[in-house]
């Protein structure tokens, strides 16, 4: 197995540290920016496939699976020349720009849900669910709950900003705190994102002692995040492509919050879960106004959250790991049966 990824990303340290081998190559966005980004671009994608057609010539794959981002449309392009099958997964329902060239491309596309059909051609789609990582399988609410030292008849609420962190979410529930740990009597789970953590560190060692027990704040959190989801009864976070899957999987509502400054796709995501009553919407711009409410009137409703928590649970049968790995295995096969 080789991860190819990009020169600047942060892709690398993930990868090696899961003891896979890693390549790296120039990719540069060209959709969605200035003209001189736009052109830097296209010299980093030039570069990318020159680099990503070297790869695939030197370790000779059987299939490239692909999925997110600008930086595999260099890999694909590159595969399409050396005639090398490739698999795409696409996590949203919808896909960008990036996924779209991908996808055609592409052998064959695994997707997270059936909802994708209306963007990819007939006869490629194959619907797989979305790939959660082991821990999601190990956890449970009871063993969460011990893990972060939370009573078992706790109301926790799990807020998500992001790796880097949401600062409208950030700010949101820090100027609503008293009201959630004080008046409503919330326990809190706050992962921040590095990029925000020492404002709200500031603000967790300016509360009580009776009510910093029940704020626990963390820069980041890696495996621990589905110990963080698998204890809370209720989150708030962005709608991106892991909302399809870790929320149904733990069976966790959700008020979501699509990143406001990004193209529409986590407003599809969060709409395809709250059509089928597993979510729902609050926009970035209310968060200050309405965060508070909304959280405090669906811990109110248990009933609601119950219906939510099962609509979840009904969305979250398949194994996607595993039928994604399977995919790739059947065309991999294939590819060297005719060789």
Known sequence: MLFVGETEGMERELVTREGVRFESIQAGAMHGVGV????????????GIAGAFAILGKFKPDVVFLTGGFVGVPVSLAAWLRRIPAV???????????????????????????????FIARGKMVVTGYPVRDRF?????????????????????????????????????????????????????????????EEIRAVREALPESLRQRY???????????????????????????????LPYLGLPAILVPYPYAWRYQKVNAQYLVDRGAAVILEDAKLGTDLALAVTRLFADQAGLAVMKRSLLSMSGRNGAGEIAQLLIAVGTRTRATA
């Open 36 to 47: 001189t980004r736009m052109l830097r671009g296209f010299s980093k994608m030039i570069a």
């Open 88 to 118: 795409v997964y696409l996590p949203d329902i919808e896909p960008g720009l990036a996924l779209k060239v991908m996808a055609r491309l592409a052998t064959r596309v695994a997707t997270t849900a059936d909802a994708s059909a209306q």
């Open 137 to 197: 399988m190990h956890t449970s609410r009871d063993i969460a709950r011990a893990h972060f030292g939370i009573a078992s008849d706790a109301k926790v609420l799990l807020v998500v900003g992001g790796s880097k962190g949401a600062l409208s979410i950030n700010r949101a529930i820090t100027s609503n705190l008293m009201v959630l740990l004080g008046d409503a009597g919330i326990s809190v789970i706050h992962v921040t994102g590095t990029r925000d953590w």
């Open 216 to 246: 626990m704040a963390f820069a980041y959190l890696h495996e621990e995040m589905a110990d963080a989801m698998a204890a809370a009864d209720l989150a708030v976070c962005r709608s991106g492509a892991s909302a399809l899957g870790e």
